[in-house]
């Protein structure tokens, strides 16, 4: 069975420039869940949709970060203007349900490193 | 905020020792999950803990959840080297999406 995929696996780009990280989740998982990873922070939730709908985007660092969910199967990150600081592994995990004790599934990330 | 405090932050054993890694927190959770994460790769989940003073194991692994659920352990019986990895616990303060993850503890197991 294929886990949730993420692209690209790594991306290095100017500060400035707009990037979008790409999702798709397991198929007949109905959460979605982006995720950043920091040496200093550890994993920190961005924002989390259920059935396509944004529910919490609480996470989300600033107006330069903006998430969509067209589909069941698709979702996007992106950030536009980029940073340095914005550096950072990012993941992307699904679930079958929007609740706390059920498994979530992590995609393998995007590097992300903003020169 | 819900905080989850890991400890050691690393440890570096040979292989065949035992070890204990700690998740602390000063609020109940409703359910803890702990994950691995290898090199280049998302956080896998091992364990699920939802009752206070439940202890479930995985092979050579142990999982206790405190009595007042504010706590976990990881136990890890003669290490291997397969074991090396980010162990991250998690915690759920209620029944709904949101996840509070540790910084976890960075374990290599040396053969």
């Known amino acids: 069975d294929a886990g949730v995929i993420q692209s690209p696996r790594h991306e290095v780009t100017e500060m400035g420039q707009e990037v979008t990280l790409r999702c798709k989740p397991i198929?007949?998982?109905?959460?979605l869940f982006w995720y950043r990873q920091t040496m200093m922070r550890g994993l920190e939730l961005l924002i989390y949709?259920?059935?396509?709908?944004?529910?919490?985007d609480s996470g989300m660092p600033e107006d330069r970060f903006s998430a969509k969910m067209p589909n069941a199967s698709f979702s996007t990150l992106k950030i536009q203007p980029s940073e340095p600081r914005d550096s950072a592994v990012y993941f992307c995990?699904?679930?079958?349900?929007?609740?706390?004790?059920?498994?979530?599934?992590f995609g393998d990330g995007t590097r992300l490193s903003i020169l | 905020t819900q905080l989850l405090e890991q400890s050691p932050q690393f440890l570096s054993i040979q292989e065949g020792e035992n070890l204990t890694v700690y998740c602390n927190s000063s609020?109940?959770?409703?359910?803890l999950q702990w994950y691995r994460q290898e090199p280049g790769e998302g956080p896998v989940l091992l364990v699920t803990v939802v009752t206070g003073g439940e202890v479930k194991k995985l092979k050579r692994l142990t999982f206790q959840f405190g009595d007042a659920r504010k706590d976990s352990s990881l136990h890890i019986t003669a290490a291997q080297p397969g074991d090396t990895g980010l162990y991250l616990c998690?915690?759920?303060?209620?029944?709904?999406?949101?996840?509070?993850f540790g910084k976890g503890t960075l374990l290599t197991v040396n053969p």
């Open positions: 998690a915690g759920a303060p209620g029944s709904n999406y949101k996840l509070t």
């Open positions: 609020s109940v959770f409703s359910s």
């Open positions: 949709f259920n059935n396509n709908v944004p529910i919490d």
């Open positions: 198929s007949g998982h109905n959460s």
């Open positions: 995990a699904s679930s079958t349900q929007g609740q706390s004790n059920q498994p979530q599934h």
